[in-house]
Every structure is written in structure tokens, then in C-alpha cells.
């Protein structure tokens, strides 16, 4: 039962990536009508928001150590970060410490702004070109920018700690009256509670805004509205610039559970489109609702008890599921009536 | 001359026959070779050096890269000459390799066995390369060793750790100077005797392919012959990113240590993942629970961070080391490219310098007087002391390291440090032995 709890946790935890990304891309298909397989790509970016963060606070004053040697045998150079020097070692070593949530302040501009110039300067060519043209060139943007940023950052990982604070994790046992242990990294629940935050901001400005009922009417009737005089592909743009932001938010988040590298958008890229065609091309609700199902069913299917049984069931769960779904819900769990239907 | 003879059948039979010259590899093209593939005729003889330029382990790549550059400068009688003053053999002067000037030229491996091969074969094919070295895959260093035994040159590998490649896959025209997994095994097991005690119960994550099989065949039997429980053995594909769910059910399993039989990111992340899970702050069975990472690169410790401090594992090499051959090459690299050399890096240099100076002792670049000339080798003045070259199964026998993660590191390449060096009579093995059998040596295949 334990085992049961602790991977149905981890599904949470890893549904909650999946469903921040597939929601991002549900929402420039649903919006714009765009396959974008730049989106991973995307999250990634937010991935090394938190890491240039990290650089940041980290710049340094160098001093030569009149004891201790560097690997030549010169005089090791010791670094004394500047915010250290500014405010003091205890403030300046906090503030390194929570580079990672304070990355959220560089991200959010940063990654509106990545989204408005890719949309306003490549996507929009292509808004009337065939899907597979999308793909293409969606795809070739990707590696673009991960080349940009093994360029920069290189290809090694980087380490990207969540704050000290977060370090460890919580016992959930004693909580559900269990008698043995059932620890879950904090930062894994800090993800998860993250998550469901972003996940509720989107619908909420979507239904409650007058601005998202706007999108939402573009959404089922695109030329209506322009004919209103609504400036819809306007909106169509800062869409997706907030869902860029939502994919790179998922991403800054994500650094501290695994050190970033450039190759990460491209991990999620492939499950995240599973994501969206079981739950609908399209369909916001839909995205979510499979992130979730898709991300505990996958790790269910990681248990030893059910590898025993059906070795590497882990690793086709999810497509088996998503051909499940096809097969009896040709539109996916919540896919609209015309949406990719000729 | 009269076109009236030239009749369609005439012309069908000799476009066939000119095509299918053409499309020979040129190894088997008597232009391409003088008794032996790639036999060099002008002044200069071309390496290849097949390293992964693209993919997750790039940046080992350009490690190696670097040190074989830097190779190519010491034969080439450029720059301190690094170990070449120390290596015991003198036959190598700094004038090239039997007075031909050194050139090289690189493929990209991408970490992938096929994308290896096509590289190693347009190496040897298309830019006359004689010897291919280098990579950081031990499914990649199988593949391109099959290619170099088909087409007749050597294949110096470089980072690859499975049983296999001097094992069930070894071949005449290949030598491995980097350690296996049998090596680490025997060089670990006496260490966590000490530290952890015989009574231990193991849990395995596993790299889903012939390093990690082999890895923790041998970390199991070496570990259990002390005492240990193996409790489980979880195979992980090698593309997986998240480990937490396997991780997860190591918590109540009853084990009390992790053996994470992975490499590179898949270490990263699978030992990110368990510091996250608490393991290393747990007790279980009234003692604390330890993590073990039997293969350590210094860059897989970089990019882990804090969470390698107090983790065990082992090297081939370490630039910590304070013999003069380790000393001449940390100096010359450091000073060229500013950081110390990996130890991908190291043995990429080292096969290298071994390759030119077999060729210089056996006055020949035929790839038979190569290997006639390696095997039961035995030199000093490399980094790891005295070392063999077994005829058996071109498998290099030399001292292994055992490192433990730095718990304060004075700068960013200062993340591990030498635990023990275990001298080389601790992990030699018969060629016999039943986790290298299955294999032949073959005869050396010099492409003619």
C-alpha cells in the first residue's frame, strides 16, 4: 500500500510537468492552430533561467590564497561572490541560496519575450502552411536554440540546487497513519503545489478576464470574432507568449529535481504531445487531465510488483494508453468536434 | 576508333562492373593500401579520432579531443612533450612517427553505435585515417572495434568500462587502456568492506545495456563474496531522465545501500534523484544508509554537485596523482587548455603516444607488427605505474583508483579525491575468467 502511495506522488510530481507543457502547447494549437515542436525547447530555455540566475548572483571577486594551490601549483584564486561582498556573507550566501525561485522574476520577461519575437518572427509564416511544415520548422528551432545553449552553457549538466530549506524530505507515514516511512522531497511538493498555481492562474485568466473570453471566443470561431472587429491574432500572440512563459516557468522549477542540460526540451517533447492528443488537440482541461493520468500511470507501471509481472510495462504504459484512448475516443479524452478534422 | 562495337549490353556490363569497383570501400581497393589498409606513402600519416562531438556526453568528447590534440603535438616534437619524457619507452623522438609528420582528423560519435561506425568507416575510407581512438560508450567502442577488425587498422579505445569490449566482443586489432568493470569491482569491494562493513544488503540500478549488465554482474559478485545481500537488481532504460520512481522503492525495500550502475547524465540525474529521496540521511537496519557510484568521471562529479560528497567509486585515472608521468600531463594540459584533463581525456592521450610508439618499435604501420608489437607490452611513466599490455586479450593491467566525493572542494574541478589507489595484482583476472568468456582474440586483420 505504501509503495502504491509513493508512486501515485511521484505520478503527481511528474503529471504536473507533463500537464504544464502539454497545456502550453494545447494552448498555441487551440489558439493559433500551430503544432509547435519548439515548446520543449521552450521549457528548457526556463531550465537555464534558473542557471544564469544562479551565474548571476554568483559573479565573483578573485583572490590569490597565499595557502592553498590550484592544480598547476600556482596560487589558488579564491571567489567571493559579490552579493557577499555587498550584503554581507549571511544575506549574500540566502540570497544565492534562493536563486532558483528568484529565476521566476528573470523568466517571466524573458521567456514573453522569447515567445512574442518566435512567434512575430518565424511562426506567423506559417500559420497557413500544412501541419507538417510546422512540424518541420518548429522542430528545426529547437535544435537551434539547444545548440545556442550548449553553445553557452555547454553539455554537461548543471547542478542547479533547490534552497536549503527545501532540502530533505517530508514523511507522509506517520501523516497516513502508516507504520513504515513514506518520504517525498519537498521540493518535488513545493513542484506540485507550484504547479497547480500556474495551472489555475491560466484558467482562471482564460475564464475571468474579458481578455480570455476574447481567446476563448477566437478559440471556437476565429473569423467571427474578426469580423466583430476584434483584433484576435493581437491576442493570438500574447498567447503565446504566456504560454511560453508557462512552459519556461515549468522549466526554472524543474532545475533543481534534475540538473539542467541542453538536450532536457527535447526529453519531455514526445511525452507532452502524447500528452495533448489523450487529452484532446486543443482542449486546456484535457491537457491537464492526461498530464495527471499519464504521469501516475507511468509511474504505477514502474513498481516492481507490476514489472515482475509485465517487464518494461514502464516503459510503453503510456502509449499503450494513448492507443487505448485513440481507438475508443478517436478526439482524446476532451477533444472538440473540427479541431484537426478535415 | 568506331562507336559500332559499344553495343547496349556491352555498355550495361561495363557501367556494372566500373560501378561495382567504385563502390568498394577504398581498404579493399589496391590503391588504397600497400600490403595493409591506409599504408601511409607521403610525408604525413593521419589519425582518426572518433569522439562524441554531439549528444550528452559532448563535453567528454572535447576533453578527449583536447588531449589528443595534444598528443599529436608531443609526437610532432611541439610543445613540453608531456609524458613522452616520462614514458619508459624511448623509441618516440618528437619527429612525427617513423619521421611522419602527425595529422588527424575528427568524426562524431553522437554516443550512438551506428552514427560511431559511420564515422570511424568514413574516417578510414574517405581520409586514409590508419589507427581510430577515442570515444565514451562502451556500446559505441564495441561497434567501432568490429569496424576496425573488418576493415584493418587499430582501434585504440578510449572511455569504455564493459567486460565485454576485452571480453566476449575483444578483437585482434583493438586495445583497451582505460580499467572494466570487473577492475572496479575488485578495487571497490575491500574499500566498502571498511567503510560500510560486510553486512549489507544492496539494492542495484542498473544502465539498460552491456556496460551496466556487466558493471553489476561484477559489483554483485564482488560485494556478495564479502558478505553483502544483492536484494534487487532494477534495469533502467538508458534514456530515462526521472529516476524517482525507481529510486522510490528503494526506500522500503530493506536495502541500506544504492549501487547506481550509471554513467554520465543518467548518473546525474539517478543520484540527484536519491539525495533528493533523504537515502543518504536514512538509517535502515540500524545503520546509515550509503549510496555507491562504482564508474566516477571527474565531469559526471561536476555536474552532480554537492550531492557526490562522501559518495565511493573508482577511476582509471586522476590528475591528483603524483607520479611524473601524471604530473608532465596534468602540467602540459593544464597550461594548453586551462583546467586539469579528465580521465577520458588521459587514456585517449596515453593510447595515443602507446599506438605511435608500438609503430616506432616495430618499424611498421602495418597493424600486425602494431599488435605484435602491444601485446604483453610493459611500460611505466603513463599514470597509473607499471603497466601490461596482456597478449590475451589486449586488456591494459595497472593500479586503480578509489575516490570519494570531495566533502569541501576548493574550486570547481576539486570535487573528488583518492580514497586508495588498489595496485594492479588486486584486480588482475585469468584471460579465462567466466565474465570475459565467449569471446575470441581472432588473428589480426591488416586489410590487405
Known amino acids: 500500500m505504501d509503495a502504491i502511495i509513493l508512486q501515485f506522488l511521484n505520478g503527481l510530481d511528474k503529471g504536473s510537468a507533463y500537464a504544464l507543457i502539454a497545456l502550453g502547447l494545447t494552448l498555441i494549437f487551440?489558439?493559433?492552430?500551430?503544432?509547435?515542436?519548439?515548446?520543449?525547447?521552450?521549457?528548457?530555455?526556463?531550465?537555464?533561467?534558473?542557471v544564469t540566475v544562479q551565474r548571476i548572483l554568483t559573479l565573483s571577486t578573485e583572490t590569490l590564497s597565499e595557502t592553498q594551490k590550484d592544480f598547476l601549483g600556482n596560487p589558488l584564486k579564491i571567489k567571493t561572490?559579490?552579493?557577499?561582498?555587498?550584503?554581507?556573507?549571511?544575506?549574500?550566501?540566502?540570497?544565492?541560496?534562493w536563486s532558483v525561485p528568484l529565476a521566476i522574476l528573470l523568466a517571466i520577461p524573458v521567456m514573453l519575450i522569447v515567445g512574442f519575437v518566435m512567434e512575430r518572427g518565424l511562426i506567423?509564416?506559417?500559420?497557413?502552411?500544412?501541419?507538417?511544415?510546422?512540424?518541420l520548422v518548429t522542430f528545426g528551432l529547437a535544435i537551434v536554440l539547444q545548440e545556442v545553449i550548449k553553445y553557452f552553457y555547454g553539455a554537461n549538466p548543471i547542478p542547479t540546487p533547490a534552497p536549503a530549506a527545501f532540502v530533505g524530505s517530508f514523511d507522509f507515514g506517520p501523516l497516513l497513519g502508516l507504520d513504515t516511512s513514506l518520504a517525498y522531497p519537498y521540493w518535488r511538493l513545493v513542484y506540485f503545489a507550484f504547479s497547480a498555481v500556474i495551472i489555475g492562474a491560466v484558467f482562471a485568466f482564460l475564464q475571468f478576464t474579458t481578455f480570455g473570453m476574447v481567446v476563448r471566443a477566437g478559440m471556437a470561431d476565429r473569423e467571427t470574432v474578426g469580423l466583430l472587429g476584434i483584433d484576435i491574432d493581437r491576442r493570438f500572440t500574447i498567447m503565446f507568449g504566456i504560454a511560453a512563459a508557462v512552459a519556461g516557468l515549468a522549466g526554472v522549477m524543474y532545475a533543481p529535481i534534475n540538473s539542467p542540460n541542453y538536450h532536457m526540451g527535447m526529453d519531455f517533447l514526445v511525452l507532452s504531445f502524447v500528452v495533448v492528443v489523450v487529452g484532446g488537440m486543443g482542449s486546456l482541461p484535457g491537457a491537464v487531465l492526461a498530464g495527471f493520468m499519464l504521469g501516475i500511470l507511468e509511474s504505477l507501471a514502474s513498481m516492481n510488483e507490476v514489472k515482475n509481472i509485465l517487464p518494461g510495462i514502464d516503459q510503453i504504459i503510456i502509449y499503450v494508453v494513448a492507443i487505448v484512448i485513440l481507438l475508443t475516443r478517436p478526439r482524446g479524452l476532451m477533444g472538440r468536434k473540427g479541431v484537426m478534422e478535415e | 576508333m568506331s562507336f559500332s562495337k559499344l553495343t547496349r549490353r556491352g555498355l550495361i556490363k561495363t557501367g556494372a562492373v566500373a560501378s561495382a569497383g567504385l563502390a568498394l570501400p577504398t581498404y579493399l581497393r589496391a590503391d588504397g593500401h600497400s600490403g595493409f589498409t591506409n599504408a601511409p606513402t607521403?610525408?604525413?600519416?593521419?589519425?582518426?579520432?572518433?569522439?562524441?562531438?554531439?549528444?550528452?556526453?559532448?563535453?567528454?568528447g572535447l576533453d578527449e579531443l583536447r588531449a589528443?590534440?595534444?598528443?599529436?603535438?608531443?609526437?610532432n616534437g611541439e610543445g613540453d612533450g608531456g609524458m613522452l619524457n616520462t614514458f619508459s619507452s624511448k623509441a618516440l623522438k618528437g619527429n612525427g612517427?617513423?619521421?611522419?609528420?602527425?595529422?588527424?582528423?575528427?568524426?562524431?560519435?553522437?554516443?550512438?553505435?551506428?552514427?560511431?561506425?559511420?564515422?570511424?568507416?568514413?574516417?578510414?575510407?574517405?581520409?586514409?585515417?590508419?589507427?581510430?581512438?577515442?570515444?565514451?560508450?562502451?556500446?559505441?567502442?564495441?561497434?567501432?572495434?568490429?569496424?576496425?577488425?573488418?576493415?584493418?587498422?587499430?582501434?585504440?579505445?578510449?572511455?569504455?568500462?564493459?567486460?565485454?569490449?576485452?571480453?566476449?566482443?575483444k578483437k585482434a586489432n583493438g586495445f583497451r587502456h582505460f580499467f572494466n568493470g570487473y577492475m572496479s569491482a575488485a578495487a571497490l569491494a575491500p574499500v566498502l568492506n571498511n567503510a560500510y562493513g560486510s553486512d549489507r544488503r544492496?539494492?542495484?540500478?542498473?544502465?539498460?545495456?552491456?556496460?551496466?549488465?556487466?558493471?553489476?554482474?561484477?559489483?554483485?559478485?564482488?560485494?556478495e563474496a564479502m558478505g553483502w545481500e544483492t536484494v534487487n537488481?532494477?534495469?533502467?532504460?538508458?534514456?530515462?531522465?526521472?529516476?524517482?520512481?525507481?529510486?522510490a522503492p528503494v526506500l522500503n525495500s530493506g536495502a541500506d545501500v544504492l549501487v547506481l550502475n550509471h554513467y554520465g547524465g543518467n548518473m546525474v540525474n539517478s543520484l540527484t534523484n536519491a539525495v533528493q529521496f533523504g537515502l543518504l540521511d536514512k538509517e535502515v537496519n540500524g545503520k546509515k544508509f550509503e549510496i555507491v557510484v562504482p564508474l566516477y568521471s571527474e565531469l559526471m562529479a561536476a555536474g552532480a554537485g554537492k550531492n557526490v560528497e562522501g559518495v565511493i567509486g573508482s577511476m582509471n585515472w586522476n590528475w591528483q596523482l603524483q607520479d611524473e608521468g601524471s604530473k608532465a600531463f596534468t602540467k602540459s594540459f593544464g597550461e594548453k587548455y586551462g583546467r586539469p584533463p579528465s580521465n577520458s581525456a588521459h587514456t585517449c592521450y596515453v593510447q595515443t603516444l602507446l599506438y605511435a610508439d608500438a609503430v616506432e618499435r616495430a618499424g611498421s604501420f602495418n597493424p600486425c607488427a602494431v599488435v605484435e608489437a602491444l601485446e604483453g607490452f610493459e611500460f611505466d611513466g603513463m599514470g597509473n605505474g607499471p603497466t601490461l599490455y596482456r597478449a590475451d586479450d589486449h586488456q591494459c593491467f595497472k593500479d586503480v583508483l578509489v575516490m570519494k566525493g570531495k566533502e569541501n572542494p576548493s574550486s570547481e574541478y576539486d570535487t573528488l579525491e583518492i580514497v586508495e589507489v588498489t595496485p594492479v595484482e588486486q584486480v588482475t583476472y585469468e584471460p579465462d575468467h567466466p565474465m570475459f568468456a565467449g569471446g575470441q582474440l581472432g588473428s589480426c586483420n591488416p586489410g590487405a
Request: aromatic share 10%; charged share 15%.
Open chain 1, 81 to 97: 561572490p559579490y552579493v557577499e561582498s555587498w550584503f554581507g556573507p549571511e544575506v549574500g550566501a540566502a540570497i544565492i541560496d
Open chain 1, 124 to 135: 506567423k509564416h506559417f500559420y497557413k502552411r500544412p501541419h507538417a511544415d510546422q512540424i
Open chain 2, 68 to 75: 589528443q590534440e595534444l598528443a599529436v603535438q608531443h609526437l
Open chain 2, 97 to 169: 612517427i617513423l619521421g611522419k609528420k602527425v595529422e588527424f582528423v575528427t568524426g562524431d560519435t553522437q554516443t550512438k553505435s551506428d552514427a560511431a561506425r559511420a564515422s570511424a568507416k568514413a574516417m578510414i575510407e574517405k581520409d586514409g585515417a590508419i589507427m581510430i581512438n577515442g570515444g565514451s560508450s562502451s556500446g559505441v567502442a564495441v561497434a567501432v572495434q568490429g569496424l576496425c577488425q573488418e576493415a584493418g587498422v587499430i582501434f585504440m579505445a578510449g572511455l569504455t568500462h564493459s567486460n565485454d569490449t576485452t571480453g566476449k566482443d
Open chain 2, 233 to 247: 537488481n532494477v534495469l533502467t532504460p538508458l534514456a530515462s531522465t526521472d529516476f524517482s520512481s525507481y529510486i
Open chain 2, 42 to 60: 607521403g610525408s604525413t600519416v593521419t589519425l582518426g579520432f572518433n569522439v562524441p562531438q554531439t549528444g550528452p556526453y559532448a563535453e567528454e
Open chain 1, 30 to 50: 487551440g489558439t493559433l492552430g500551430v503544432v509547435n515542436f519548439a515548446h520543449g525547447a521552450l521549457f528548457m530555455i526556463g531550465a537555464f533561467c534558473s
Open chain 2, 202 to 223: 544492496a539494492y542495484h540500478l542498473t544502465a539498460d545495456y552491456t556496460w551496466g549488465w556487466t558493471q553489476q554482474e561484477s559489483i554483485a559478485a564482488a560485494t
